[in-house]
């Protein structure tokens, strides 16, 4: 019977390596298995990503430059109800200084992320990115600061952004509104996916694995959504909870599943830019290792300065936040060079071919 049951989810593998797309019934079918395939799934995973990007793996420079945030999602620890977040923001001169501690430790992107400021206007952040590309002309810029109009993200690309990081959190609207207050909305969430394509950033889009009132179903949709966007970058993380939400008491996401989504959206995108995260790398001491065996390429260390790196916590436990920029790096690729790949110092854009 378990044999059986593995030669049918093995030849799904084999099926969705070959059409890069499954139904959704057959991804719910291996994702409900997934103890029976995942190490067949894994070594597909790595095969396909190995045959595009070979043995590098690209490093992305965390800045993260304001814990300030308009939103209220459940899940996260630095949302506006949270009256215990200590708040912070950096200035643009605090900014440039962890860019170039970056740029000398070997990162070419930055990813400026932060929750949804409103001190930073159009004009300071088209500001911090000009800065930045003037002294780093060689580096990408990725902005991960939430959801605004169009014409913003258009200035922002204008003064130089490269890529953008939105994770749509969920594909399935009814999930959507369960994890998030109703002054926010799925449908805008998505149309700020689409504008960033429209302008032509480099999109990442995202979601958390074992989220409150999730499903397999869902799982499997977000599969669906993904092939439909095509973002050139996939980030997914499980699910922590953090003490001062709403969802303080519920369980969180697991390494199993999301090192099985990581190798499903592996083989559905073969070319996507897909990083083992930090929030993998807290719930499991090995987590990111085991991330970029199971199809991952990209790590974002953190390159904040140390004294906020307590500050920015989206959930509880997260690791490195006693860490220099140096240590940290330093870590990371003793850490990775146990898996048989190497850090490399490179922009890492896409790879469409
Ligand atoms: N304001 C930006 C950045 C949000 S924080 C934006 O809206 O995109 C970056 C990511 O952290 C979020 O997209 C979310 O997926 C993740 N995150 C937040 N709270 C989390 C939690 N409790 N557990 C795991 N990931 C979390």
Do not use: W
């Amino acid at each position: 019977m378990q044999k059986q049951l593995t030669t049918t989810c093995n030849q799904l593998i084999d099926k969705l390596r070959k059409e890069k797309i499954l139904k959704k019934e057959e991804y719910l079918c291996l994702i409900k298995n997934k103890r029976d395939c995942s190490e067949y799934l894994y070594k597909n995973a790595r095969e396909v990503c190995d045959s595009i990007y070979g043995k590098d793996i690209y490093i992305r420079g965390l800045i993260e430059f304001t814990n300030y945030c308009k939103n209220d999602c459940i899940y996260c620890g630095i949302r506006k109800s949270n009256k215990n977040a200590d708040r912070y923001r950096l200035t643009v001169e605090q900014i440039l200084d962890c860019a170039n501690q970056g740029y000398n430790l070997g990162f070419r992107t930055f990813v400026l992320q932060g929750g949804e400021d409103g001190f930073y206007s159009d004009e300071i952040l088209e500001e911090i990115v000009r800065k930045i590309k003037l002294k780093y002309p060689d580096c990408a810029i990725t902005l991960s600061i939430g959801e605004r109009s169009f014409e913003s993200y258009k200035r922002l690309k204008k003064a130089g952004a490269d890529r953008y990081l939105l994770r749509h959190e969920t594909a399935n609207k009814k999930h959507y509104e369960k994890i998030h207050p109703n002054t926010m909305s799925y449908d805008n969430r998505i149309r700020c996916l689409y504008d960033l394509k429209e302008l032509e950033y480099q999109v990442g889009a995202g979601f958390m694995v074992g989220s409150p009132y999730q499903t397999v179903e869902n799982l499997a949709e977000e599969l669906l959504f993904l092939k439909k966007l095509n973002p050139n970058m996939c980030g997914i993380g499980p699910f922590v909870s953090h003490k001062d939400t709403p969802f303080k008491n519920e369980k969180s996401g697991t390494v199993e599943m999301t090192l099985f989504m990581l190798g499903l959206i592996r083989l559905t995108l073969p070319n996507v830019l897909l990083p083992a995260t930090t929030a993998l790398g807290t719930i499991d001491p090995l987590g990111r290792e085991k991330g970029i065996k199971a199809g991952a390429n990209v790590l974002m260390p953190n390159l904040s300065p140390s004294n906020v790196r307590e500050k920015y916590m989206l959930y509880d436990n997260k690791i490195c936040i006693g860490d220099e920029a140096a240590q940290c790096i330093k870590c990371l690729k003793t850490r990775i060079s146990t898996t048989g790949y190497n850090i490399v110092v490179d922009r890492g854009d896409y790879k469409s071919i």
